[in-house]
């Protein structure tokens, strides 16, 4: 068991060690790694598993084109495999089963015509749990009139969203966002999701985590800090566990849709600023003034618990110092190695509470993981 896709490198299909060996194998690896926690001696990691097939609502996949002996080309979808081999994929089970169905329809209809189908180099799917679609069409070339006109007819005819895009060129038909509506804990959050901005692949397991954390802290009357905010999808629902909340997020695209969808929820307890946790941490410090900052007042926080979602690389040195301040610390990371990394740190003054492994990206070596932490020593 040493590929990334457990044996079937990326072709989609479901694996013989199956939904429930896959996660345990996961599970048992990260029981290990974390072993060394003695806080953890004492807690179940509490598991959120993943649907087993259908889950993932966004997708990308390279277009592939064979081309026979009077150079005409069948185009199919296709991944790049972990030893770098171009694999076609003719069905794939663990996107959502509106991508699913609509995946060789688009196909077949692009591969009718050559001003859709020229130079055409991948498709990214983009998919709410309430049927809304989003399909960005990436292409090798500029992008011109005909193009529009043609591609108009696609969206009209799978009553879809289409994105055109090429080297510094993207062409909106209609809007470039997808609204999607989450339950949490029974009530419901409405989200807008913009092209090009982070956004949870898995929706279960999405709210699963949204739930979890929900679920395993006090409200509290003081307020929450969170770091690397997206678009607001864990600050729009913690928000109701505290007075006020000041989020932070490195990226244009998912500040404007965290402030659009602080609107959609009619949610006025969020201040959200773009800006890197790095600056983040300078302006709290007061080591430099930001312009973006003029507005608001950062002295009016009385923060008591403190969000990090990072990516990969998991926190820099002076965010892990900067985190260290709070009396709870909340942690959902993508890369257990990094965690494991800030909580030798995280620890020399922090508890581990609570633990969980989300099961984000089933069928692949990732996991997603969640750590709740309270002060021991001051
Ligand atoms: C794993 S995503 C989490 C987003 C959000 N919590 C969610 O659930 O959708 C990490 C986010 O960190 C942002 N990011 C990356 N580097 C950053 C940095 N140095 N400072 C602040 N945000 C950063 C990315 O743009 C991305 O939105």
Not at 332 to 338: K, L, Q
Not at 362 to 374: D, P, S
Request: some cysteine; aromatic content about 10%.
């Amino acid at each position: 068991m040493n590929c990334e896709y457990f044996g079937k490198c990326g072709s989609c299909t479901i694996h013989d060690i199956g939904y429930e060996g896959q996660l345990d194998f996961k599970i048992q690896r990260e029981k290990e790694r974390f072993s060394n926690f003695t806080d953890l001696k004492d807690i179940d990691f509490d598991i959120i598993k993943s649907d087993e097939q259908n889950f993932r609502n966004r997708a990308e996949f390279k277009i592939w084109k064979n081309f026979d002996e009077n150079d005409n080309a069948t185009l199919s979808y296709a991944m790049t495999s972990v030893e770098k081999n171009v694999l076609e994929i003719n069905s794939c089970q663990i996107v959502s089963l509106d991508i699913a169905n609509l995946m060789p329809k688009l196909l077949e209809e692009i591969q009718k015509n050559k001003i859709l189908s020229f130079k055409l180099f991948a498709i990214e799917f983009l998919n709410s749990t309430t049927g809304d679609m989003l399909v960005t069409l990436i292409y090798h070339r500029k992008l011109e009139e005909d193009w529009n006109t043609l591609a108009l007819e696609l969206s009209n005819k799978f009553n879809i969203k289409i994105i055109g895009r090429s080297r510094k060129q993207k062409v909106i038909l209609e809007n470039d966002y997808i609204d999607e509506k989450l339950n949490i804990n029974n009530t419901n959050y409405n989200f807008r999701y913009i092209e090009g901005g982070f956004t949870q692949p898995n929706s279960k397991v999405n709210i699963g985590m949204i739930e979890w954390v929900l679920n395993n802290i006090k409200d509290s009357r003081e307020d929450l800090c969170e770091l690397y905010c997206g678009g607001g999808n864990f600050t729009i629902p913690l928000s109701s566990k505290f007075r006020k909340v000041l989020a932070t997020e490195i990226s244009k695209t998912s500040i404007k849709s965290a402030k659009t969808n602080c609107e959609l929820n009619n949610n006025t307890k969020i201040e959200f600023i773009r800006m890197s946790a790095e600056e983040f941490v300078e302006a709290l410090e007061e080591k430099r003034v930001f312009s973006r900052l003029k507005d608001v007042d950062l002295k009016a926080y009385d923060f008591d618990s403190i969000f990090v979602d990072p990516p990969r690389a998991g926190l820099d040195d002076t965010t892990r110092a900067l985190v260290k301040n709070f009396d709870q610390i909340i942690y959902v990371s993508c890369n257990p190695e990094t965690l494991h990394r800030d909580l030798e740190e995280l620890t020399k003054t922090h508890k581990i509470i609570n633990f969980a492994l989300f099961d984000q990206f089933a069928y692949t070596h990732h996991i997603e993981t969640g750590v709740i932490l309270k002060r021991s020593i001051n």
